[in-house]
């Protein structure tokens, strides 16, 4: 078992397409295609690039959600990032899809071109391992990422914290999925029959957290993971759920994902994190959808630690980030796109991140992959 | 950014692991999942490991792949 080229099976993947397209089209004539949301900037490379958006076309609409924890940073995160490479002695360590990302009036990549240190790190311990060889340095980590991400910064804090390390900080901007996920109901823009839920994320705080999705919102969850026969048989699930009337919360994803998920991991999140309020690029300040150092870590906090003064952020007015992260128009539809906007020049960061919608449009998404040969991309 | 990658621990120093990716080696952190052990594997993120992979349940879930093809015809 190598967890990969199992999950990749053509004749597998056919079988479960017929399914979906048999299942997708009961009912009534006129009744419009189900509508379901990726909400993990993952799954949306995935399912572009497999071409299962392409061979479902008209079966199934998949809308992208805000799942890419790069498009989802505000500018004014950014812009305080940026001035903190202006710091004397700092060394901004950053995981690399951040550096293009323009924010108000410059980007980390042309602060680096002005000579200012900023380095890419793998991994939140190299970034400690750089605080570690630069003592007399200011080491600052940008801390983004969702659930997936925060535990490997709470425990690269604790390892700083069991050091006495006194040179190494995080900017945390940590976001959590499902308080997005539920504003995004809220708003009431899109009209969702399931949602594909992230299955990384999940790993971490297993099926729990999506409940009230199910139950309050009567919406079906599918955990999923990242394989083209994964995301063939959520949609498959998604449709079951459908079609018998239900809603709940379920694991396709079940080899990565345990009910409980990573007690481990929380329990660190917890040690180290509060959550507070958030601002979200194209969804604005959602409640209780962050995460901030608590007050025994604040000595590795660089909003505290740091006197951050940033202009009031702007962004491009055409650019339509926004509103492809809410789900409300595809990368196609902003005139920007792949005209303007391209993945060497972007404009918003949905273009910048691997991950990010306009990025995966842009690689993926405009070549049909499936032509003569179904399932080619699979 | 979510993205985790399956791989197998080949050996365990303390609070740091070993994996293998074409021939390279590298050091993972293995605090988020204290009880792993040798052999087993790992969703491996930003340099942790953050859950381990159950062989049960991914044959058990290929079954039903199997099962649910089978079914379309």
Not at chain 1, 14 to 34: F, H, M, N, R, W
Not at chain 1, 78 to 95: G, H, M, P, S
Not at chain 1, 245 to 259: F, N
Request: charged fraction near 25%.
């Amino acid at each position: 078992m190598k967890y990969l080229d199992e999950f990749r099976d053509k004749r597998l993947a056919k079988g479960l397409v017929d399914k979906i397209c048999s299942l997708s089209g009961e009912g009534q004539a006129g009744t419009p295609a189900p509508t379901f949301m990726e909400v993990c900037g993952t799954h949306t490379v995935a399912i572009l690039r497999s071409g299962i958006k392409e061979l479902l076309k008209g079966r199934v609409n998949m809308l992208s959600g805000p799942g890419c924890p790069v498009c989802v940073t505000a500018t004014s995160d950014l812009d305080k990032t940026i001035a903190l490479t202006k710091i004397d002695q700092v060394i901004l360590t950053t995981f690399g899809d951040m550096l293009k990302v323009p924010g108000s009036f410059s980007s980390l990549q042309k602060e680096r071109a002005e000579g200012y240190d900023i380095r890419i790190v793998y991994s939140c311990l190299d970034a400690l391992k750089i605080a570690e060889e630069n003592l007399d340095k200011t080491i600052i980590f940008l801390a983004i990422g969702f659930e997936t991400t925060a535990p490997t910064i709470a425990s690269s804090i604790i390892s700083a914290h069991k050091e006495g390390l006194n040179n190494f900080f995080i900017l945390s901007v940590h976001k959590l999925i499902p308080p997005a996920m539920k504003a995004l109901l809220d708003m009431g823009e899109v009209n969702l029959d399931g949602f594909i839920c992230p299955g990384h994320v999940s790993a971490i705080i297993g099926s729990l957290p999506y409940q009230f999705i199910a139950q309050d919102y009567k919406i079906p969850c599918v955990i999923t993971g990242f394989e083209p026969l994964d995301v063939l048989q959520a949609m498959y699930m998604l449709l079951m759920q459908k079609k018998k009337g239900e809603s709940k919360v379920e694991i396709q994803y079940s080899r990565g994902v345990p009910q409980q998920g990573n007690p481990k991991a929380m329990e660190l999140m917890d040690e180290v994190f509060e959550v507070c309020d958030a601002r979200w690029r194209g969804l604005g300040i959602i409640g209780s959808s962050g995460l901030k150092l608590k007050e025994r870590y604040e000595r590795f906090d660089a909003e505290k630690n740091f006197n951050i003064q940033v202009e009031e952020s702007k962004e491009h007015p055409e650019c339509r980030c926004g509103e492809i992260l809410r789900g409300i128009i595809e990368p196609a539809q902003c005139k920007l796109f792949a005209k303007i906007c391209t993945p060497e020049y972007p404009v918003g960061p949905c273009m910048v991140s691997s991950e990010g919608t306009c990025a995966a449009y842009y690689k993926w998404g405009q070549t049909p992959l499936v032509g003569s040969d179904p399932l080619g991309g699979v | 950014m979510c993205l985790a990658i399956p791989t197998k621990v080949i050996e365990i120093k303390g609070n740091l692991g070993v994996v293998e990716f074409g021939g390279v080696r590298k050091d993972i952190g293995l605090s988020l999942l204290p009880e792993l052990k040798i052999g087993d594997w790992v969703l491996l993120h930003a340099g942790f490991a953050i859950q381990k992979l159950d062989e049960e349940e991914a044959e058990e879930t290929l079954r039903l792949l199997e099962e649910i093809s089978e079914v379309s015809g």
